[in-house]
């Protein structure tokens, strides 16, 4: 079965420090997105993108963070200034055009913001 | 605003039994997509069983099946047979039909299984 790749695994950075997480989307896949989990908690939305451009993004999702699609086929998500309570486990997700198709997960980053 | 609720933070069941995880959601919509997604201790999130709202007939997928009862807006999954690599945690979660819906996760559903 494809997969959406994600690196790091894990990322450790200080606190104030910028940091780049990449997600390969599976090949024909069209729609994008990241979430977060802090450990323990549940799986949180922060941003969809579609046709190079955000669809929806959640209230997480404020001016430290963005998302880009440089070369078609890496999806990154920025944190321009992290904080401690960024910390959790970031999951890429994507799928194709289709309304019924399924979202494929990666296996996360884990930040780490000390 | 779609809301998904799982009122049992952790559940315990003996190898080979049955178990059967709860979940509410709410939503004005008639049509929309309901899933199990099961996260072990790797963290990796994985498709356990969709279920189409329009269609009246559970979904199931070997040992997994769910009770979707629309009316009620209530979305149960039950695990039959339960293995070792059943123990994980388990996250109900609703998506809309539009083409750029995300998907939406209750708290989850922390799954023992007792040998």
């Known amino acids: 079965e494809p997969e959406v790749t994600q690196t790091p695994s894990h990322q450790v950075t200080q606190m104030g420090q910028e940091v780049i997480l990449r997600c390969v989307p599976i090949s024909n896949h069209l729609y994008f997105y990241w979430y977060r989990q802090i450990l323990g908690q549940k799986v949180e939305f922060l941003v969809s993108?579609?046709?190079?451009?955000?669809?929806?993004k959640s209230e997480i999702f404020d001016d430290q963070f963005s998302v880009e699609r440089p070369d078609g086929s890496n999806f990154t998500l920025k944190i321009r200034s992290t904080k401690l309570e960024d910390s959790a486990m970031y999951f890429c997700a994507s799928r194709e055009d289709r309304v019924d198709e399924k979202l494929f997960f990666g296996s996360g980053t884990q930040l780490s913001v000390l | 605003a779609q809301t998904v609720t799982q009122s049992q933070p952790e559940m315990s069941v003996q190898e080979a039994e049955t178990v059967t995880l709860s979940c509410t959601y709410d939503t004005s919509e008639s049509d929309y997509y309901l899933f199990w997604y099961k996260q072990p201790p790797s963290r990796q999130m994985i498709l356990v069983i969709r279920?189409?709202?329009?269609?009246?007939q559970n979904a199931t997928e070997n040992r997994f099946s769910v009770n979707f009862q629309k009316a009620a807006k209530s979305f149960s999954l039950k695990i039959s047979d339960s293995q070792l690599g059943d123990a994980a945690m388990y996250f109900c979660?609703?998506?809309?039909?539009?083409?750029?819906?995300?998907?939406?996760f209750g708290k989850g559903t922390r799954l023992h299984i007792l040998p």
């Open positions: 979660a609703y998506r809309g039909v539009f083409r750029d819906d995300k998907i939406i």
């Open positions: 993108f579609y046709n190079n451009e955000i669809s929806e």
């Open positions: 279920q189409e709202a329009y269609k009246q």
